[in-house]
Every structure is written in C-alpha cells, then in structure tokens.
C-alpha cells in the first residue's frame, strides 16, 4: 500500500484533532499489509477532509494536499 502514499509530500498544517488523528492513522497503515482497514479509512479521509473543507475549517488547497499524499 505505501506505493500510493507520496512519502515526500508532508501534511504538516493544522487541521481539525479527528482529521489529524485519521490522517495519522493512515500514514501508519500505509506501511501494513492491512489492505481492508487502510481502504476503508481513505474513504473517511477524503469524505471527513470534503466536510472541513465545505465548513471552512480546512483550505482548498489543503483538502488537495491531503487527496495528493494519499493518491485519492
């Protein structure tokens, strides 16, 4: 799975704690072989990093760093 995250790209800026805690969470099992759970959470990713973006409570352009680190 680690060959769809962009290793190089670092998601660094503030973001809301349950964003945060999901996006860690990912990068983590990025480097598994837990196909079903890291599937599952990008899906929660990319909707939760959708509704902060429509709130307000992310940028943009920070929505499509996020898409980009993740190959959504």
Not at 3 to 11: E, P
Not at 28 to 38: M, N, Q, T, V
Not at 53 to 72: D, H, N, S, V
Request: net charge negative.
């Amino acid at each position: 799975m680690s060959s769809y995250v962009d290793k190089g790209l670092i998601v660094d800026f503030p973001m809301p704690e349950g964003l945060r805690e999901k996006v860690d969470r990912l990068e983590s099992l990025a480097d598994g072989d837990d196909y079903l759970a890291y599937e599952n959470l990008l899906e929660e990713v990319d909707t939760t990093a959708k509704r902060y973006c429509a709130g307000g409570k992310i940028t943009y352009e920070q929505y499509q760093t996020i898409l980009r680190k993740f190959g959504i």
